[in-house]
């Protein structure tokens, strides 16, 4: 869908919701979305309780806009519609591709903290007690998949296709009561 690089319209700052349905931002789609109560910390009283956010996106650059400013007239034009592209680390480039957020938190940690999962201070639920290296594994292998670090910028790396089959594996059997 792409268009060609000349003035597509005016941008007022209020139109984007008349010119395109998503205002002009990438669109998000979240596949797959739980927060879950997996352990507690034993070396403070009273005992904290840790738990995980696991958040798989479809991101779609094809619906994306991009402006350029006027300096004279003091207006953004709409240039483009659809032409954002990520490239993966082989080289190829795509508009929609899926990235795995996950984070954990308690009362005194918060955010990338796999490497506490594995402390002798740490007690994971029973359904977890098995599964934490696998967790842990997974964690460090793809969260935030679209961030690989390249001296070119930001690259993508695909997700495994049965990446949404393997949380609903590690995550999906949780009871309403686990979850925070």
Known sequence: MKQDKKL??????????DLLEN?????????????????HYTDIEPVERVFLEVTLKEIDLSTQAVYRFDCIKKIYELVEIGTSEKTTIKGKSVQK??????SGHSKNRAGQIYDSL????????FQFKFKIGEIVSLWKRWHLNDMKTNPDGWLLEELPEDILEHLEELFGGMRAWQLW
């Open 8 to 17: 597509i319209a005016k941008y007022n700052k209020t139109q984007d919701k």
């Open 23 to 39: 205002r002009g931002i990438r669109t998000e789609r979240i596949l797959y979305n739980k927060e879950i109560f997996i352990g």
């Open 97 to 102: 591709y899926r990235v795995l957020s996950i």
């Open 118 to 125: 594995l402390d002798k201070d740490f007690r994971p639920l």
